[in-house]
Every structure is written in structure tokens, then in C-alpha cells.
């Protein structure tokens, strides 16, 4: 997905690539939604309308891995970005 693209969704937004554009996961509310991809580097992602810019930069354990992004349990509107193992 490259820079200035934009995937929207209800749900789960999965990107089997790169995710370098803007991905909003559960764009109807849905705080159950994730954002996976195999190489997260967004100019923004957004969970239910809680979301994160490149501005404020990944991780270095995040930034350009696979991983998963979700909100929290504790109803404090965060982000949570996990890094993913992939085996094959």
C-alpha cells in the first residue's frame, strides 16, 4: 500500500505488504477492529476513530515489521501496536 493511499473498513484491515498509506479499521465504531500488515510504516492509522500519525513516530521494534495495531482494553482511546513473529 503505498504513500497517499487509503484503505477504509468496518472491520479488519489486513495488508500483505508494505503498509506506507492511511489505514482505518472500524471506521463505523467498531473497537474491536485491528490493523495487520507485514511491514507497518503508515502516514496514519485509526482504530474506531482513535488514531495515530507518522508524525509521532513507530516503535523501532514496530517501524518496518510485521505487526498489528488494536485499541486498548481499558477504555483509554490508545493504540496498541504489537510486533508479529511470522513463521512459514
Not at 474506531?48 to 521494534?61: D, F, I, K
Request: net charge neutral.
Amino acid at each position: 500500500m503505498n504513500q497517499g493511499a487509503e484503505v477504509v473498513a468496518d472491520g479488519n484491515i489486513h495488508v500483505y505488504a508494505p503498509l506506507r498509506g492511511k489505514a482505518m479499521a472500524g471506521a463505523s465504531g467498531n473497537v474491536n477492529a485491528r490493523i495487520f500488515s507485514l511491514s507497518l510504516e503508515p502516514e496514519l492509522i485509526s482504530i474506531a476513530g482513535v488514531y495515530r500519525t507518522s508524525e509521532n513516530p513507530l516503535p523501532a521494534n514496530v517501524h518496518g515489521k510485521p505487526a498489528q495495531v488494536q485499541l486498548s482494553n481499558d477504555g483509554k482511546d490508545k493504540l496498541l501496536i504489537n510486533a508479529l513473529t511470522i513463521s512459514y
